[in-house]
């Protein structure tokens, strides 16, 4: 497909800030904390009882950056990049750091809660992958952008840490074999990183002065082992899967499984099984989803259990448990969402938002959210955002429970400089009041492998109904492909939780996860049985 080059006139919104022309706009961010606009405060001005079906966001908020990337770090702040500090496509000059829960009023506290940052690696991030390696807790970043002749959208084989300790870029000496553009990472069960699909030359018509170029695909997987390098899997090369056909190259949608394989859902609806040990096989398996565009979201909503929404408003459900998946079709979403998100939460409901009916198009933007019960197969109508969110928007789960949901443009219609965050029902009162949520104290240790006890340490008695893990984020391009969640068995002692740890690496694979409790909420109306989660604690599985 071929892509729209930068929209250089394309405003830029900053949520409750300016909006401007492109280029209208010089130091943006020295700009927003004169006026008041970089605030700690997210949280709605005012809500209802509606809160307590619905949820609520909060007020729009300015953003350094496009944040079209968002990575959860280990230390609870959230790494974006995508575009410049102008909202222009292109990495190469500035990443930032958000902290969640900055507060300008304690002692040495930073001025802002953003860092804009200069990318110094050489990299174009623009649309690349990107995850948290479990070993390090550096940020893995494989691929991006490159420009050819003047036009962009080629792809580049860079892989690039980001450390959180230094707050620094690197680039890796050793690149990838095979440049990818719109490329999927994944973890293993050991730890390691396989990264598929992408393109590396683009379709250009070409000019009088540029010569045209014709699109190549990156459809052989390869594997990053930390420590060692890059091995290509020759053996598990596929146009099928991850090559031209119905854009199944464009940041596949793919998952580690029970089973230890990599499963990948194409958009022409099949399901193809990666084993990347040695040189890698991939194995077609049986049955077969509606077509779908690249623009449709998926997730893993449980251990196994996936959500697929296919071309327009259906709702595929696959188990992939067993040897072979099994389809269930569920209850279609309310509207069309090109472009939405799709997020489990700390209860288990999947929330959907953002996007709009026909790709990228600010008319017919969708502001509604909804949300789908596992248990029951329902979908609920939840809160309007204030901002559209196309393509290129984002969402995320944060450790407080709520979503950051952000970003939007290059290209256009607008450029979303700018994030709200959305409250889940979970965290209010029948009054539209917030809740009370529980308190986790300690997690001991911090740092814990499989099948092994860990301690959860509340700040009250009150009994705790359930505690569960969620991997934390790294999301973009309507697909989390980290996002999993599982319910753990504990025990609990006064304040103090005995929790056991995932047994199986193929369900929860090493790395890094928000540990949170759950607890009734005694303000509940009756027959109400919801639960209110705890702040996350951010523990190391290895």
Known sequence: MEMPEDDNEAPVDYGSGPVAASGAVTETLKALAASGELTSSYVPTS???????????GPAFAWPVIPLHMVL???????????????????????????PDWNPNVAGADTSPFQLLSNTTGTDLFCNTQLVLPGSGKVFMAGGDRMINGVRNYAVADLDFFDPATNTMQKQPTPMQY???????????????????GRDDRDFAGTSTKPAT???????????????????????????????????????????APNGKILTITNDGYFYALDPT???????????????????TSLMYAPGKLMSIRNTTQVALVDINGTQPVITIGQPMSTARKWGFSTVLPDGNVWLN????????????????????????????????AKPRLYHGNTMLLPSGAVVVGGGGAPGPVKGLNAEMYFPPYLFNPDGSFATQPVINQVT????????????????????????????????????????????????DGQSLTVKAPAKATEMPP????????????????????????????????
């Open 47 to 57: 809500t209802g009882p509606t809160a307590y079906s619905q949820g609520a966001f």
């Open 73 to 99: 770090l280990p230390d609870g702040r959230v790494l974006a990049y995508g575009s410049d500090d102008k909202g222009n496509q292109g990495a190469k000059l500035w990443y930032s750091l958000w902290d």
């Open 179 to 197: 440049r990818r553009w719109y490329g999927t990472a994944i973890t293993t069960q050991r730890g390691d990183v396989v990264v598929m699909g």
């Open 214 to 256: 014709t699109a190549t695909y990156a459809t052989t997987p390869e594997v990053y082992v930390p420590g060692t390098g890059w091995r290509t899997l020759t053996g598990a090369d596929s146009p099928a899967a991850f090559g031209e056909t119905k854009g199944n190259w464009w940041y596949p949608k793919s998952w580690l």
């Open 278 to 296: 040695g040189t890698g096989a991939l194995t077609k398996l049986n049955g077969k989803l509606q077509g779908t565009n690249w623009n449709t």
């Open 354 to 385: 953002g996007g709009s009916r026909n790709a990228n198009t600010l008319a017919d933007a969708v502001y509604t959210s909804e949300m789908w019960n596992p248990s029951t197969g329902q979908w609920t109508m939840t809160a309007n955002a």
């Open 445 to 492: 240790p911090k740092s814990f492998s499989w099948s092994e006890n860990f301690t959860v340490q509340m700040s009250t008695t009150a009994a705790v109904d359930k505690v569960v893990m969620i991997r934390t984020g790294s999301s973009t391009h309507s697909f989390s492909n980290e996002q999993r969640r599982m319910e753990l068995d504990f025990t609990q």
């Open 511 to 542: 790395g890094y996860y928000m540990v949170f409790a759950l607890r009734k909420n005694p303000k509940a109306a009756a027959g109400d049985n919801r639960l209110v989660p705890s702040v996350a604690k951010i523990v190391k599985l290895s």
